[in-house]
């Protein structure tokens, strides 16, 4: 009864390959996040859906296409990976886009680019 | 300048005590603010969230806001080892729900 799901976990591959990350969440929820966390821990928003329609689009290289093919889906694609993409990417999901709403997190997508 | 900032630590506490961990944030018009433990290589967890000023209590946790102070706080009682974790600050600072993030405070209880 996993709340929000990510897959793959790990991901392994090398520069210049193109990668997708899934995420789906079987909350009910409206709105969808992805988060890029560094090496520094330091957790950032990248992009945010609700009901399917881009809502936030932090300054993220356009090799960054996220895409959501209904509420409960946000995958992530990834092309072209550098050695800066490495870090642990995580999907989240809220009720609404209303800024008291909490967020919940999956468990992660941690790419290593070689 | 930072938008969300904590103190890094390590905080070390004694098994029992308090831990005190501090957040302050820079968006006046910020409505929403949350508290979020992360167990390395974990995924943040929600443990707190708070809206108004004052004091908010969950049974060991309690998260005090301040907004004239831009202040966001939260206070573990009885601490125990299982509570070491990095505690993330997270404000909500506009309509879509964009959640900022301290670099966190690490916590160490030793027992």
């Known amino acids: 009864d996993t709340a929000v799901s990510q897959t793959p976990k790990y991901l392994v591959t090398q520069m210049g390959n193109d990668k997708s990350i899934k995420c789906e969440q079987n909350l009910g929820h409206d709105t969808m996040y992805w988060y890029k966390q560094d090496s520094k821990k330091f957790l950032k928003i990248m992009f945010s859906?609700?009901?399917?329609?881009?809502?936030i689009n932090e300054t993220v290289p356009n090799r960054f296409s996220p895409k959501s093919p209904d509420k409960a889906h946000l995958n992530l694609h990834i092309n072209s990976l550098e050695l800066g993409d490495s870090a642990v990417y995580f999907c989240a999901s809220s009720t609404g886009g209303e800024s008291n709403q909490p967020q919940h997190f999956g468990d992660g997508t941690r790419l290593s680019i070689l | 300048q930072k938008e969300v900032e904590q103190n890094s630590g390590p905080l070390s506490v004694p098994e029992g005590a308090i831990a005190s961990l501090n957040c302050t944030y820079s968006?006046?018009?910020?409505?929403?603010f949350f508290w979020y433990r992360q167990y390395s290589g974990k995924s943040p967890e929600l443990i707190m969230s708070i809206y108004s000023n004052g004091d908010k209590e969950d049974g060991r946790f309690t998260a005090q806001l301040n907004k004239a102070s831009q202040y966001v706080s939260l206070l573990i009682r009885d601490s125990q080892p299982s509570d070491s974790a990095t505690y993330l600050c997270?404000?909500?600072?506009?309509?879509?729900?964009?959640?900022?993030f301290g670099a966190g405070t690490i916590l160490r209880v030793k027992s």
């Open positions: 997270a404000v909500s600072m506009e309509y879509g729900n964009k959640l900022v």
């Open positions: 968006d006046r018009g910020s409505q929403s």
């Open positions: 859906y609700n009901n399917k329609e881009l809502i």
